[in-house]
Structures are given as structure tokens and as C-alpha cells.
């Protein structure tokens, strides 16, 4: 198990459940954390840290659906294994609709559960790697100065170089200039990479380009 794989987060008022999962990832060298508190797992997350989440539904004080919640409104982008030991359709169906990735009823069987999880942890890299992918741009967006956001804007907006001229009261000459150098602080090899790139994060939930 590398540094870089994705730990597996289990919350489980069950602690019978949390050992239990917790070996069964072990015999495969998959790294875990157990919590059998809801509130301690949400006051231990660290979201720059990759990965994914295998939660019950049912628990005292704070159940599987607030702790989820919580997650969507802090924007983690934690895939979640939702369990529940009563687990009927329109429960799955709420889980999936606020951003889980799948649902299992206990006893579950172990060799899904393992594929299931390993999915899980895929997709934790994949989101991970985006994330930080994002988070460097939104830092270059930072660098920008006004004007070279007023034409970024021109661009992502599909203008042509004249309009956006118009638009600002500059000359074409100089919006070539802006956009040259919008293009180095970003790193980006084209213009359709640019507006790619940046409508990434612009597109991102919470996220906004100025």
C-alpha cells in the first residue's frame, strides 16, 4: 500500500462491523480508519487527503444521511459506500440522488464488498487528481490582474478579440497582449485548452471564475 492510495474511512455505530470490514481490507493490504462516531469522523476528515467512505445509514445522534449532508455542504468529494441492516428502495434511491455511489444491505457478501471498495478507491484517485488539478489553476486564475479577467471572461464567453477591443475600450493589439498572457500564467498550449481548463473549475460546484 503506497502513501498516495486512498484511505478507506468506515462509520459504523457497530464497532463489531468497523473490526470486521477493517480485517477484511487488511488480508488485501488496503488501508483503513474506523469510526464508530459519526461527529469524531467528521471532525477528523482532512479533504486534501484521497478517499472514500463506507458508511451506515442508521445511527444514534447524527445517522448516515446528516453525515452526508455535511460532506456535499463542505464540498468533499468523498465517494460513498452507503450499508444499512434494513435498507429498502426509496432509502437506496435518496443515497444515490445526494451523491453516494452505491448502496449494500448486511450481511454483505465480502468479495463484492471488496470490489465495491477498490471501485471506490479508483474513483477517489481520479476526484483527488482532479481536485488538485483545479486547485492549482484556481491559484494561476489568482495571479491574473483585472484586465487580464475581463478578457478571460471575453474569451470564455466565445467573443472575438475586436468585440472584447470594443468592449473594454482598448485596442485589439492590446487584448492580443492580455490574451498571450493569460495563456503563459495558466499554461495553457491553446485557446481551447484555456477555455477547457478554466470552465473546469468555473463549472465546479462553489466554484466561481472572478
Excluded at 74 to 103: E, K, N, Y
Excluded at 148 to 177: N, P
Amino acid at each position: 500500500m503506497t502513501d498516495s492510495a486512498p484511505m478507506v474511512y468506515i462509520v459504523d455505530d457497530d464497532k463489531g462491523v468497523c473490526t470486521s470490514l477493517a480485517w477484511l481490507l487488511e488480508s488485501v493490504g488496503i488501508q483503513s480508519r474506523s469510526f464508530v462516531s459519526a461527529t469524531k469522523f467528521l471532525a477528523d476528515f482532512d479533504p486534501d487527503v484521497p478517499g472514500c467512505l463506507v458508511l451506515d445509514v442508521r445511527m444514534p445522534e447524527v445517522s448516515g444521511f446528516d453525515v452526508q449532508a455535511v460532506l456535499n455542504r463542505r464540498g468533499a468529494i468523498l465517494p460513498t459506500i452507503f450499508m444499512s441492516g434494513h435498507g429498502d428502495i426509496p432509502m437506496s434511491v435518496r443515497a444515490l440522488q445526494q451523491g453516494a455511489i452505491d448502496f449494500v444491505e448486511k450481511p454483505y457478501n465480502a468479495q463484492q464488498m471488496l470490489e465495491r471498495i477498490q471501485r471506490a478507491m479508483r474513483l477517489a484517485s481520479q476526484r483527488h487528481a482532479q481536485g488538485m488539478r483545479q486547485r492549482r489553476l484556481r491559484q494561476r486564475i489568482g495571479t491574473l490582474t483585472a484586465r487580464e479577467k475581463e478578457v478571460l471572461c471575453g474569451l470564455i464567453e466565445g467573443k472575438a478579440s475586436k468585440v472584447i477591443a470594443a468592449e473594454l475600450s482598448i485596442s485589439v493589439k492590446t487584448v492580443d497582449v492580455h490574451r498571450a498572457s493569460v495563456k503563459e500564467k495558466l499554461n495553457a498550449g491553446s485557446i481551447a485548452t484555456l477555455m477547457r481548463d478554466v470552465l473546469e473549475v468555473w463549472e465546479a460546484p462553489g466554484e466561481q471564475l472572478l
